[in-house]
Structures are given as C-alpha cells and as structure tokens.
C-alpha cells in the first residue's frame, strides 16, 4: 500500500480514537497466549482492520508451538508509519492475553502508565509446572492476583472469556470474546469490526464467535461502568479432591510377575520376600490404576479413599 | 480416573471360587479377560443375558472365571457353538473367546464362514503366536524364525494377518490392541460389542513362559514394554511422514462395514415364509 492512499483512506475512514488520534506514534498491541489458542487469528484480524484503514501495519509472531501447549505471541504495530516489526519492553499500548500466567509472562513490554490489558483468567498449566503427579499437588504456577496486577498497570481486565466461550457452546471462541473486548479500547468503527471478524474466522463457526464479540465488548462496557467490582479473581486452581490411594493385594492370587513393580511409574511396588507383590512406597503412590489394570491375575485393587486412612496394602 | 463414581472391580464378574486362574505368571490374557468385563460393565450388560463361549487352549479356559452363562466347547468349533447359540437365542449378547491356534487353524474355517454371513457376535482373538497349553507347538500366527517345540531351528512359514483376514471374509467389524492399553482395548472391545454385526477383535497378548522364555525375550515385564514399541495405532499407519514399516503392528480399528446381519435376514426371511 503506497503512502497516497494511505493519506486517502485515512482522512475518509478513521476517526480520533484513545491511542491513533497524535497518529504520530504507530500504536502497539501485544497478543500473547499457548498454541492453539487462536493468537494469530486475533493479530490477523487486527492487522487486516488496520491495513483497512490505511495505516502502515508491520506484524510479526512467534508460532509453531501449538502441539506442545508453548507460548505463542504475535507483535502488532500499526501507524502513518511503522519502521520496528516488534515492540520494545515497555512499548506496548495495549496487551492482549488469552492465558493467566502467559499475560503476567509479558507484563513488562507494557506502558506503566497508559498501557492496557487485557488477560483471560484461564490458566493452562505446563507440565514443568507440575512438581508431583499426585492430583492436587502444589504447582509451580503464576501465583499473583488480578489485584496485584491490577495494582501494576493503568488499565487491567480480567475477563473469564474461556467460560464466556464456553456458555456459548465453543470454548475455542475465547479468542473473539478478547477481540470483542480490543475493540473498546481500540475504537475502530464497530461494523468494520464484525466485518473483519466475519472474515476470518471458519465459515460454521460466524455464528457462535459474533455472538463472542459482542460479549467481549459488552463485558468491558460493563466493567467500565462499575470499575471496583471489574477486576474478576483469577479462576482457583483446579484442586482435585484430595484422597489417599490404598492398595488391596490379594496376596493368594498373586503370581510374582514382577510386572507390577516394573510398570509402576513412580516405583512404590516391590517383591517381598514371599515374592508377592507389596507396596513399599505409599507416599509416592498416585493412584493411578495401572498396577491394576495390568495385573494379570487381578491381585491389585486401587482404592481412593477420600480422607486419609492406613496406608497398609490389606490382607 | 479420578472421578467419584466407584472404579469397576474386575472381581465382581469373576468366578471367586475358580480363582487364582490357571495362567502362567505374566501371561497376557489375564489383562484381555479384565478389558473384557471391563467393557461388558460399561455397557450394563446383564450378566443372565451375556453368553462366552470359547474353545480350548490357555484362551479357552477364560470363559470358566467369568460368573456368566459359559460354554467351553471343543476345539476350534466355538464359533459354531456360537452361531447356533445367537441364531437361537437373538436376546443373548454372545461373546466367542478364543486362541490364535484354535480360531486359525482348527478353526479356520469357522472364522472365514461366520465372518462371511456376519451373525451378531463378538469374536475375541488372544494372539500369544503359540500352542501355549499343549506345550509350545508353533501356530499360525507364529512369527518367521521364531523358536517353538516344533520349529527347534526358527519359524520358516510365513504367519497369518489375523484382521487382513477378517477383513477380506467380511467381517463387519475388525479392530486389533495390545494388552498393554487395557482402557484403549476396553474401549475397542465395548465397539465391538456394540456392532450389530460380526466383530472380530484380535488382542496381542504375551506368552511369556512358553514363547517369550523360548525366544529370550525378557521377563514379562519386559514383553509387555515391548508391545509399545511394536503398536501403532491405525489413523498415523500411512500418513506421509510416517510411512508404514512392515514390522509395525496397526492398532485401533482396522475395518468397519454396515452390511446386513445374518441372523435378523433369517428370521426375516422365515417370518415371510411364515406369513405365505
């Protein structure tokens, strides 16, 4: 797009909004979360609406990550003119996180004091995260508060947009409630919006992520108007409820395959010295059932009991 | 795994009486009897309406440790049992356990006929590659070189594709898993019950005491990790980037086809000539 039609469209579409009215200055928008969900086509539909409207759009993104849960993140700077394809730390006018803790992750690229963002409180928790198989274990994740953040930057939304998503019948629309509520900030004209939206998204799916774009813009509306109650708490950890796995080993049927204690992943189960099999580490034991399911001569039985009781494997 | 519901215990559908089976140490088709009756809870089948019938052979001998209507026939000829035990009783779920040696070689015929006018049952094949009861005797699905009682110096016949046979008498449903997955093969095993036509399910079970101890393959332990490296499930068999190594053993479903049930075309057809 050559700089005379830039000057055109620009004089006959846009209008002065909160960050392209000095124009002087290409404005930044960060969209950061995990593969898969749906980062890009959120920096598409921004860079295509600001393309639209004849500013200079450089956009680049890291991707490719999305079959191993990684971060994915894409830079957009739009403007009469734009040299830098990325955003400095500190730069960002706005920053988009479609995961918790991938937000808190690019915090620092944004403007301490005018910056927006905008986080969904979905947490997607890597497995390095993970310190312990046992369900309900302590996890290595973000531990910050939406106050905390909230607290650090100008303007912070924590939108549950994955529930959001979620009500309307695809999880996977996420992306467009979190679009929906860009526009706000953003101000393109609110058709031109949908129009891009429509544009971009699978053909079957129109329905369901307009539905989601209208949401996203009406939940920080909403917000807006009553500011104190606008920041949602993070939503808790999934904790599973905690029980003690018991092994019952009927010692009688017991052969002495040793199959148990080799495939056990966490190595609790060994031969006694009747050679019948016995667990010898019931504080590694996660309950998992595979001793179960592959003991050939049903000898094993999971239990999970739900407070913690004797941990002898019975009979 | 980790919901409230009570997990199924297997013990709930043995015969406690006959128990601890007679299977060897390790042996594979104790984890294929689980998935089994793993599957027939699944699908809430009553037990009065559920009928196993088997041959003889380790595999045979399953059908007694389950608290259900059993058949332990003669061998080879439990799909003829079978077959006359559906067409009879329509309301029976019928259930066929058998061995790789007493489904493909005394019972070949068996097999390719019942797959051809695809009765409603379920054929469950335990693939061990050997005569594990009669004393190691090569089978038809013994793999080339392998050492066995008869073949002291290797295997020199070519095996037999268990499904790719299946599959080409007509079967309406064929589907192979190791024992390693035992919830992967509960879940094929449940399809396979669910298939208004003849469902053929060939398990890859271990022989360790016979087979795997003739062939030094390890400790059972080591036969069952080694199904891992063998399997591959069917949806990567041919894709591009994964083209199919003739040692790999497809898994999942192999074959599906809705033609029309044997037994329902009978009654049709005598209900007709009753009417006339």
Redesign the interface.
Known sequence: MNEQSNVVALNATSEPTAFNAALAEPTNVLIVGVGGQGVILVSKVLASLAQAHGYEVKQSEVHGMAKRGGTVFSHVRFGPRVWSPTIAKGEADVLIALEWAEGLRWLPHLKRDTGVFICDTKRIVPPFACRSRR?GAPMRYATETAEQVAAYVSEAYAIDATKMAEELGNERAANVVLLGALSTVLEFALPEWEKTVTAFVPKKTIAVNSAAFELGRNWIAEAKNEPPSADAAPAAAPV??P?QPRLEITD??C?????C???CPERCLTLNADRIATLVAPEKCT???LCE???????I??H?DPEAPAMEAAQ | ??S?AP?F???DY?RKEM???F?????????AL?ALLWAIHELNIDRDKLAVVSGIGCAGRLSAYIDANTFHTTHGRPLAYATGLALARPDLHVVVITGDGDCLAIGGNHLIHACRRNLKLTCLMLNNEIYGMTGGQVSPTTSETRLTTTTPHGNSEPNFDACALATAAGAGFVGREVT?H??KLKELIKAGLQHPGFAFVEVVSDC?EVYGRKNDMG????M??RQKSEMRPSAYRDSVDEPFRSTDLPTGILAQNNRPEYGAALRAAAAARAAK
């Open positions: 369900p599973h409820a029980y009688a049927w052969k002495s395959c040793e199959i204690v080799k495939l309950g998992c059932r399911w592959l003991c050939p001569d049903f000898a039985r999971v999970l | 795994m980790f409230d997990h215990d297997v013990r043995l128990m601890p089976h299977l060897c140490p390790g042996c594979g088709h104790g984890m689980r390693r035992v919830p360790t400790s059972s332990a080591e069952v990790l």
